[in-house]
């Protein structure tokens, strides 16, 4: 059975959490393929919330396996947490694993993360200080860690060995800082290869039967299409390949498996950490936002910088990750709104332009049209007639510009606050 990848189109946050707990419960698999315990995905069941950063976010679901693949870099202390955290509150995660392949994040990539990012002063990223650029750089340097090299305590001891002597060369040297203690690291992760020994597997071989047996597998992406490591906003991004190309190399399938490639967008944008966003709104409305989308991140409380929804930004990602159906989340908080933005061109340099640079620039300006808001709470509509006329017309701009349909409408961070637009296509890519 060909499967389905869940993306963000923007910059992260979209509610891929939420999304995905939702189309979970008609999964046999959650496969999480990209990033780290950079993400954060939150869940909503009633008065239960759930933030999670490597665990896919189908684990609610008792009977959904979920991977975390071998494309993902793992830190173990963080996974730990996360499964124990679960646990606490009820919830059951025994049929969470992970790739053999994957890297692991190690003490010296997140120092490395913090000074590197110290060091670079006003021209910092704004990353999330967990080490996953420099996890993966290793990984490209071909010497890294991976889950596997925790099962054979000769090889671990030698790679981290090497490891933390190169590492401590670059804190004492470069950044005069404290040297590492190798002892201490190798006894920390040798017991965290304990706790996490019987959830390590081999996944291409899984994936491969799982998709043989004609299994439903869902592929959950983190971060977002404007931080992919090749086509983002560079080098404002995060470090590995958050598109739908990423699932192919992430967990070692043919592209010919994936059926249904489905992009999540909220009604407005938004960007933690540095770089540009040119549709930012740096006034009383842009705050006004932030307030009533709670928008503060979910890994590292920061505030998320605000902005209109930009069109040029989101046809670029549909066009890169082959977006076949469209879902909107977070539309509800747009409700007050007198006037809604929406950019269609971009101002740089006093020229106009109508595509998303590859050099993007912090000076671009979006232009707008006006929408006339809808001034109405929409957070307990369930269906897409009941829609203010105002709503649906933001709506239907949004689709004719894009040329997709809009799948699903979420009014509510709540499991069960959305609207399904075509129940009977849902149906169809979803059971
Ligand atoms: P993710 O990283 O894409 O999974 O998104 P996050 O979980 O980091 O951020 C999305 C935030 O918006 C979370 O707090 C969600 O609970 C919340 N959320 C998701 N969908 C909606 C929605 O339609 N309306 C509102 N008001 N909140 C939502
Ligand atoms: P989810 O999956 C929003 C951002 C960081 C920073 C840049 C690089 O919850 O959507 P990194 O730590 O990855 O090296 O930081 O990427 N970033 C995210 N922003 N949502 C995320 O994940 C993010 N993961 C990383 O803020 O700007
Ligand atoms: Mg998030």
Redesign the pocket.
Known sequence: MPSNVIV?LQW???????I?DLLAKNSDYVIRYQGGNN??????IKNH?F?LHLIP?GVIYSGVKCIIGPGVVIDPKSLIQEIQNLESMGINTSKVFLAKRAHITMPYHRLLDQYQEEALGDKSIGTTHKGIGPTYVDKVDRIGIRVLDLLDLKVFYKKLKYNIDFKNQIFTKIFQREPLSFQSVYEEYIEYAKILSNRIIDVVYEIHDAFHNKKRILFEG?Q?MLLDLNYGTYPYVTTSSTSTGGVCTGVGIPPNFLKNFIG?TKAYCTRVGFGPFPTEINNEIGDAIRQ???EY???TKRPRRCGWLDLISLKYSCMINGINYLII?????LSELDIIKVCIKYKCDNKIIQYFPSNIKQNLEGIYIDFPGWKKDI?HIYEYKYLPKNCKKYIKFIEDYLKLEILLI????ERN?NIIKNESLFLEIFT
């Open positions: 963000g992260g946050d979209e509610g891929k959490g939420k995905t993400s954060g995905h939150s869940i909503h919330y933030v976010s983190a977002a999540i009533k989308g709670n991140g979910a890994t989340t977070k539309l509800d908080v957070s979420s009014v509510g961070s606050q």
